[in-house]
């Protein structure tokens, strides 16, 4: 996790549509938010956030229209996984879901779904000793999210005719890095506007635009 320096930088231009008008240091300045933004002048970014639980950081590419700063990680990060281990037979209409030692979570488990009759995918969760909320329909895949930043990680097709006892492993892969593509950051004045996690983020100039 890098920190973001509150160091001036030199030559920066007033906002305007071309794209080194916006380069520069960005930081949070809002409680209980932390991290910060680089916008460097050769067109690469740096970024760190930290929200609750959630701690992430990227680097990349970012362009700028006149109106919007869009970040794209690269290298891209690989998404953390869950492999299915097994799949054991439960009552019909149960689906229960457990996680190898290493998963290093204690708390509920949401989950993408689709069920029998329900176009759309839908989010279940689970209750205590794993077993997942279904709503009473029947289940027809399920895939679980990373706890906290909510990523899927892998769908697993099952079989209506039965229940499942599901053992996942998990891969945590380049958990905490950000897989942005084309992120869309938004101008206030000389602040930059990122949603993310259900909140809104400010990135305040750090060198005051000059």
């Given at each position: 996790m890098f920190v973001i320096l509150s160091a001036l930088?030199?030559?920066?231009?007033?906002?305007?549509t071309n794209p080194q008008s916006v380069?520069?240091?960005?930081?949070?300045?809002?409680?209980?938010?932390?991290?910060?933004?680089?916008?460097?002048?050769?067109g690469r970014f740096r970024y760190a956030l930290e929200y609750g639980a959630a701690s992430e950081e990227a680097e990349g590419k970012w362009t700028y229209d006149g109106r919007t700063v869009r970040l794209t990680s690269e290298?891209?990060?690989?998404?953390?996984?869950?492999?299915?281990?097994?799949?054991?037979?439960?009552?019909k209409g149960q689906v229960w879901m457990t996680f190898e030692k290493g998963f290093?979570?204690?708390?509920?488990v949401d989950a993408l779904a689709?069920?029998?009759g329900v176009p759309d995918k839908g989010l279940v969760t689970t209750e205590g000793g794993g077993r997942v909320d279904s709503g009473g329909r029947i289940l027809t895949s399920i895939e679980p999210l990373?706890?906290?930043?909510?990523?899927?990680?892998?769908?697993?097709?099952?079989?209506?005719?039965?229940?499942?006892?599901?053992l996942f492993r998990f891969h945590p892969n380049d958990v905490g890095k950000?897989?942005?593509?084309?992120?869309?950051l938004s101008l206030e004045g000389k602040d930059l506007i990122l949603h993310r996690y259900d909140t809104k983020v400010r990135f305040v100039r750090a060198d005051n635009g000059r």
């Open positions: 930088l030199l030559g920066a231009a007033p906002v305007g380069a520069g240091l960005y930081e949070i300045r809002t409680m209980e938010v932390g991290g910060g933004l680089e916008l460097r002048a050769d290298p891209m990060p690989k998404a953390p996984a869950f492999e299915l281990v097994r799949d054991d037979m439960a009552p290093n979570w204690n708390g509920r689709t069920a029998q990373v706890p906290v930043y909510g990523t899927p990680g892998g769908a697993v097709r099952l079989d209506p005719s039965r229940g499942h006892r599901l950000a897989a942005f593509r084309g992120e869309a």
